[in-house]
C-alpha cells in the first residue's frame, strides 16, 4: 500500500529552522514527483515545493524560495523540507503528496507553528 508519514513539526520562533520528513512506503521516491503543501487556518491547502522525479529538479512558491529546500534520502525512501528563516506566516499543517497511479495519496500532516 502506498503510504506517506509526514514528521518534523513543532513550535519555533521565528527566524528559526524546521525540518519535515516524508517517509513513504509502498513505492520510490525516487520514481516519482513529490510535493509538500501547506494549510493554514481559514485558507486553502497551497503548494509549497515540489521534486521532479524525472531528473529531480525542484520548485519553489514565491513565498518560500531562497528560504525553504526540498530533497530526498533514497536510502531512507523520505523526502525532506528543510525550512529556514521562518516567519509567522509560515504557520499551518504541512503535507506531502505523491500522485501514483492516477490517484493522489496524502500523508497526515503535521502542524508548523512560528511564533513572532
Known amino acids: 500500500d502506498v503510504q506517506l508519514q509526514a514528521s518534523g513539526g513543532g513550535l519555533v520562533q521565528a527566524g528559526g529552522s524546521l525540518r519535515l520528513s516524508c517517509a513513504a512506503s509502498?513505492?520510490?521516491?525516487?520514481?516519482?514527483?513529490i510535493g509538500w503543501f501547506r494549510q493554514a487556518p481559514g485558507k486553502e491547502r497551497e503548494g509549497v515545493s515540489c521534486?521532479?522525479?524525472?531528473?529531480?529538479?525542484?520548485s519553489y512558491a514565491d513565498s518560500v524560495k531562497g528560504r525553504f529546500t526540498i530533497s530526498t534520502e533514497n536510502a531512507e525512501n523520505t523526502v525532506y523540507l528543510q525550512m529556514n528563516s521562518l516567519k509567522p506566516e509560515d504557520t499551518a499543517v504541512y503535507y506531502c503528496?505523491?500522485?501514483?497511479?492516477?490517484?493522489?495519496?496524502w500523508g497526515k500532516g503535521t502542524q508548523v507553528t512560528v511564533s513572532s
Open positions: 503528496n505523491v500522485r501514483y497511479g492516477g490517484m493522489d495519496y
Open positions: 509502498g513505492f520510490s521516491v525516487d520514481n516519482y514527483a
Open positions: 521534486i521532479n522525479s524525472f531528473d529531480r529538479s525542484t
